[in-house]
């Protein structure tokens, strides 16, 4: 989704969003299994070669100073924003969804791109749940978080401009009242 994203890093991205689909789910369940961990592993590295050059989005700015300001879990917060943000950031590029649909095995033939962003987005909310991620900042132990701050804050982290869309203080705000 990065606005810094090219072949290469589509490529190993959408690799990865495959081989998490597949495998996530499985790990979690028996993290003892080891091909299913490793099959993890080169998902994560392929990920990082995809963020590592195209770089990051709102997901991470907003996890950035979730973390900071309340101490949690990167990976978690970055789960519990990730549906939210990319409804956000589907509307700046719904193309880039139609090729995840179809990564995850979406029959994208005759489908409206609404079709596959609504499609994606559910297929994350399911793989989210399925694996135990939290829904709201409540569950993690935030039930008042200070949301003008974070949002403020939000608006200087580096992140921000490789977001495919912008999102004023206000839209932050709004993003984040969707999982307080």
């Known amino acids: 989704m990065a606005n ?10 959408l690799y990865s969003i ?20 490793e099959q993890m592993c080169y998902a994560c590295y392929l990920n990082g ?12 700015a907003m996890v950035h100073r979730l973390g ?6 990167h990976g978690v917060c970055n789960a519990i924003l990730l549906p939210v943000v990319e409804e956000e950031n589907a509307k700046g590029a719904p193309k880039k969804f139609r090729i995840m649909a ?15 962003v609504e499609y994606v987005i559910s297929r994350i909310k399911r793989l989210s749940e399925e694996v135990g991620i939290p829904k709201s900042l409540r569950e993690v ?9 974070l949002a403020e804050n939000v608006m200087k982290d580096a992140c921000v401009g490789a977001n495919p869309i912008f999102s004023s203080k206000e839209k ?3 993003l984040f009242k969707k999982i307080a």
Do not use: M
């Open 102 to 116: 179809e990564t995850i095995r979406y029959d994208v033939n005759n489908r409206t791109d609404e079709e596959c």
């Open 141 to 149: 132990g935030v039930p008042n978080p200070d949301l003008d701050t």
């Open 4 to 13: 810094g994203a090219n072949d290469v890093t589509d490529a190993t991205a």
């Open 49 to 60: 070669i995809a963020f590592s050059n195209a770089g990051l989005g709102n997901v991470h």
């Open 68 to 73: 900071g300001l309340y101490g949690l879990p």
């Open 18 to 37: 495959k081989k998490i689909f597949e495998f996530l789910p499985r790990a979690v369940k028996n993290g003892q299994h080891i091909g299913v961990r």
């Open 172 to 174: 932050l705000i709004e």
